[in-house]
């Protein structure tokens, strides 16, 4: 049962599924029911929810505020539903958290993990992804918290800062006894994709970046530090990510000395009222270790 008007169910519905199609199936309707009922949504409103392509149903800057409220109604519904109905099972809540590989293995999953087994009826998918899109899933609807570097986070969302990650220069074992200057001058660097600035900050930090090369990129954690452990090249990792490399032998920290520290922060748009388990991802993701 949902307490959502029959519009704002196909609403909801259409951007899960990205498409008129897929979004009929999930409620069982016609495609031709779905359209006229966006179609009166967006009447009523006076604006436009989504823009039509060829890869589906993209959400305006109206429809993104439409989200959240829809986003919001669903996390009272369920709780409401369960005290006036008394004894009926509680509803599924679904929360998508988007973020870096780095973040997500290292701090978001386990942290998360505590939350999900004190709520049974918690289902959260863990969005990870290394392109700096997180801001642009809160947005969407996409994802309802993300992890990103802070001078991200703008003045409609909410946050809490979370500890910096520090990035040091890692690379093959093999080059643990070369200097830096000398592997930086003849080595080519490797990130997860051109819009990944890291190595080139901390190159800038201690100027040895006097003639930048181009890079190899890899945007999967496993397949960059593989191009590393082969000698490819150096990368800019945060500690934590590296850790586990290093302690098996297979990269080095190539200098303890040379280090940039970023600065990160968990966001999400606000709510009139946030659900306790909502509440507790939150806590539990900012807590200072």
């Not at 800019?236 to 200098?255: C, F, H, N």
Request: aromatic share 8%; proline share 6%; charged share 25%.
């Amino acid at each position: 049962m949902s307490l959502l008007s029959p519009s704002l169910e196909a609403f909801w519905a259409v951007v899960q599924k990205g498409t008129v199609l897929e979004a009929a199936k999930m409620i069982d309707l016609t495609q031709t029911g779905v359209t006229q009922r966006i179609r009166s949504l967006e009447k009523q409103l006076g604006v436009t929810l989504f823009t039509r392509s060829r890869k589906g149903m993209r959400l305006t800057e109206e429809g993104e505020s439409l989200l959240r409220y829809v986003q919001a109604a669903r996390d009272l519904e369920g709780e409401t539903l369960l005290n006036i109905g008394g004894k009926q099972t509680p509803a599924i809540k679904e929360v998508c958290i988007s973020g870096p590989s780095s973040l997500m293995r290292t701090r978001i999953i386990p942290k998360a993990s505590a939350v999900i087994k004190k709520y049974p009826q918690l289902r959260v998918r863990f969005d990870i992804s290394d392109d700096n899109s997180a801001i642009g899933k809160l947005k969407s609807g996409f994802a309802q918290l993300g992890t990103l570097p802070a001078n991200q986070v703008g003045r409609e969302l909410d946050s809490k800062t979370l500890s910096p990650e520090r990035h040091y220069f890692f690379g093959p074992a093999s080059w643990k006894k070369r200097p830096l200057s000398d592997i930086v001058e003849k080595e080519t660097p490797v990130d997860f994709d051109p819009q990944n600035t890291m190595t080139l900050d901390l190159l800038k930090k201690y100027k040895m970046n006097k003639a930048p090369k181009q890079g190899h990129y890899a945007n999967n954690l496993d397949a960059l530090c593989s191009l590393l452990i082969a000698g490819v090249g150096y990368s800019a990792l945060s500690e934590e990510m590296a850790r586990p490399y290093v302690k098996t032998g297979a990269l080095v920290q190539l200098s303890s000395t040379h280090f940039v520290d970023q600065s990160l922060a968990l966001a999400w748009y606000p709510r009139a009222e946030m659900p306790p388990y909502f509440k507790s991802l939150i806590e539990a993701l900012t807590k200072k270790s």
